[in-house]
């Protein structure tokens, strides 16, 4: 190897490490300035050299309520987003017709539109059925916003399931219901993954749905609990970024064990 390829490659390694170190500075900031409670924020050690756990055992006291809260409505986003997502994206996949364009189109319009004007939309609806300050209606809500995501991803893998699969098991004297569970659902594992972690992330990180379907503290998860812990403890920044790296640990932990899932699941529709 050349001396002038072994130095553009350090340099481009080197640039790479200080845009990633740039990029995940604001993360480290985050829990060392959590660990250095009774500071101000401008007052804190670039290392926690004597780490301070208990603004996490006050916080968790404190916010577990909210968390709990949050986890309930993801994993409900994701169960109702799997169970209308996976046979709809297989319906589309492979009993085409004209329909499927335009349906397609509309589910293409659904993600461009603002979550806030859906909130808005949902508001009436739900004070008329009484969803409004519930569980249901949060993850229901969630849910509008991952379905079509969901449906896209998922059929641009099943587009690649051959038919003589399926035909195989019709002869075999499976239905479409069986065809779907025992056929489609085990092929498709990545892009099923795929959809129900990004499920899990949109409900996880939702601030307008919560702040606008909800007008009472009964419900308050914990992107909504952030919110109002800052307000109330602006003074010490240490309980609200301790809430908010445990607030992360649940969507770091699920990306990291399903990476491989998500690459093979995205890149799955692309490649036949």
Avoid at 22 to 36: D, E, I, K, T
Wanted: hydrophobic share 55%; net charge positive.
């Amino acid at each position: 190897m050349s001396g002038n390829r072994l130095s553009g490659r350090l340099l481009s390694t080197a640039f790479g490490v200080i845009v990633v170190a740039a990029m995940l500075f604001p993360l480290y900031w985050m829990v060392n300035q959590s660990l250095q409670p009774g500071t101000g924020s401008g007052n804190n050690a670039l290392f926690p050299v004597h780490p301070d756990f208990s603004v996490y055992a006050q916080v968790i006291g404190e916010q577990g309520s909210s968390l709990l809260t949050s986890l309930a409505i993801a994993f409900g986003c994701v169960i109702v987003t799997l169970v209308v997502a996976i046979p709809a994206a297989f319906s589309l996949a492979k009993f085409p017709g004209r329909a499927v364009t335009i349906v397609l189109t509309i589910l293409l319009v659904s993600q461009m539109v603002p979550s806030i004007v859906i909130a808005n939309a949902l508001y009436k609806t739900y004070v008329d059925v009484g969803l409004l300050n519930s569980l249901p209606g949060l993850i229901l809500a969630d849910a509008s916003a991952a379905i079509p995501f969901s449906i896209l991803v998922m059929r641009a893998f099943m587009l690649s399931i051959p038919d003589g699969l399926l035909d195989a098991a019709r002869v075999d004297g499976a239905g479409p219901i069986r065809t779907l569970v025992s056929i489609v659902i085990p092929i498709s594992r990545n892009s099923i993954i795929t959809s129900a972690l990004f499920s899990f992330l949109f409900a996880w990180s939702d601030f307008v749905f919560a702040l606008t379907l909800t007008t009472s503290g009964k419900i308050r998860p914990v992107t909504l609990s952030i919110y109002d812990y800052l307000s109330s403890t602006i003074q010490d920044w240490a309980p609200v970024l301790a809430t908010s790296v445990l607030s992360a640990l649940p969507a770091v932990v699920l990306l990291v064990v399903a990476q491989r899932y998500v690459a093979a699941g995205a890149l799955g529709g692309a490649i036949k």
